[in-house]
């Protein structure tokens, strides 16, 4: 039987000195003070067994890891109807590109990228008031952590608000094609708010488990999501999890996955069991450089991966 924990701190051990490769994401500027040095893993299993390594309970912003859980509650509100409003091709492209909104007529390519995580914020409010939309996600994201203190930074949205051009302009744009059905400033500040949850690695491996059993919580039993929806959740994290880089993160790994510039990945074996990694030096797609090392590494030492 494979030792997940030895397993676990070699892929730390071996991912420790790259931190200072990668570079903290500064267009944020409460994300550009993060000391880039702190690295933390965290592997939840079905039984309620956590391995941990390094500072796995400090937490940070999950940013754009949070658009797996939205996405989650978006099928489970209105179900494949969410398809309307935004496809589940690869980009190809950066994060926050507008080219191809242009050409496809404001759908963006999938619900990973922000016009896309934007457009599945729009269809989950679903009529509904901003506020109690963000309480729903933040409610849901403290039940998967099985913690009542996870929390909105909100420094953090407050600096993604003051900065948030960039995602206002993608917003404006699918309103201009018709693609939105609410407000874009309700949009975008839900929106802004569920990029700055702060969780720690154990906290967020812990939140990722239902999706390694098939949309059920192990440890409350709670169907969360249909079966068929979970894998195919599983499948866009695999296809565009992490951008353009996504290809060469299936390559290297192996697993679905999830990156955001707080410098976290969550990722996801199904049958298996949940791995959370958090180191803020990101690489040029915006992942999070260590962190995808140490999860190399540890799916090769595991012996994890989708294609076996």
């Given at each position: 039987?494979t ?8 892929a ?54 949070s ?12 179900g ?5 409003s935004?496809?589940?091709e ?42 109690a ?47 939105l ?79 955001g ?16 990694v ?31």
């Amino acid at each position: 039987m494979t030792d997940l924990a030895r397993c676990l701190a070699e892929a730390y051990a071996v991912a420790l000195p790259h931190r200072r490769d990668g570079k903290v994401a500064d267009y944020i500027p409460a994300l550009a003070a993060v000391d880039p040095m702190q690295f933390g893993m965290a592997l939840a299993l079905p039984d309620g067994t956590l391995h941990v390594e390094g500072d796995a309970d400090t937490p940070f912003s999950i940013q754009s890891v949070s658009k797996v859980f939205t996405l989650a509650l978006a099928l489970r509100r209105i179900g494949s109807d969410l398809w309307t409003s935004v496809g589940r091709e690869p980009s190809g492209s950066a994060f926050n590109s507008v080219v191809q909104l242009e050409s496809e007529q404001g759908i963006p390519r999938n619900p990973l990228i922000n016009a896309g995580a934007i457009a599945t914020t729009d269809r989950l409010i679903d009529g509904r008031d901003g506020d109690a939309v963000a309480d729903e996600i933040l409610a849901f994201m403290r039940a998967r952590a099985g913690d009542p203190g996870v929390e909105i930074d909100l420094d953090v949205a407050a600096s993604e608000a003051r900065t948030g051009a960039r995602n206002r302009s993608l917003a404006y744009f699918m309103d201009a094609f018709g693609n939105l059905r609410h407000p874009v400033e309700t949009v975008v500040g839900v929106y802004f708010r569920q990029c700055a949850i702060a969780m720690s690695c154990r906290q967020l491996a812990r939140a990722g488990l239902f999706l390694a059993m098939e949309g059920r919580d192990p440890l409350t039993g709670e169907q969360l999501v249909d079966p068929h929806r979970a894998r195919r959740i599983n499948a866009i994290m695999m296809l565009c999890g992490h951008y353009d880089n996504s290809g060469e993160f299936a390559f290297r790994v192996g697993l679905p996955g999830k990156s955001g510039v707080g410098g976290g990945i969550l990722c996801i074996a199904p049958g298996q069991g949940a791995i959370a990694v958090w180191s803020p030096g990101l690489n040029e797609a915006g992942t999070s450089l260590a962190g995808a090392i140490a999860l190399e590494h540890f799916a090769y030492a595991a012996g994890w991966s989708v294609f076996d």
